[in-house]
C-alpha cells in the first residue's frame, strides 16, 4: 500500500510541477505580449522618453540662467549709460 500511495504522489507532484511550468510560460508569454503592446501604443502616441524630458528641462534651466545674466548685464550697460548722460 505505501509504495502505490507514494506512486500516486509522484505522480501528483509531477502533474503539479507540469502545471506550474505552463503557467510560468503562460505569464512570460503574457508579459511579452503586453510590453510590445504598450510599447507600439506609446509610440503610437508619440510620448517622449523620460530622458528626452530630463535633457529638454536641462537645456531650458541653461536658457533661463543665461537670460537671467544677460538681463543683468543689460541692466548694467542701462545704468552706466544712464549715469553717463545729463
Known amino acids: 500500500m505505501t509504495q502505490t500511495s507514494n506512486r500516486f504522489f509522484d505522480e501528483m507532484a509531477r502533474l503539479m510541477n507540469d502545471a506550474a511550468g505552463a ?4 505569464r512570460r508569454e503574457f ?7 504598450a510599447d507600439r501604443i506609446l509610440r503610437d502616441l508619440d510620448v517622449v522618453r523620460r ?7 536641462e ?10 545674466a544677460l538681463k543683468a548685464r543689460v541692466a548694467a550697460l542701462e ?3 544712464g549715469a553717463g548722460s545729463p
Open 79 to 81: 545704468a552706466k549709460l
Open 59 to 68: 537645456m531650458a534651466r541653461l536658457a533661463r540662467e543665461e537670460n537671467e
Open 23 to 26: 503557467a510560468s510560460g503562460v
Open 51 to 57: 530622458e528626452e524630458f530630463e535633457a529638454v528641462k
Open 31 to 37: 508579459d511579452t505580449i503586453f510590453r510590445s503592446q
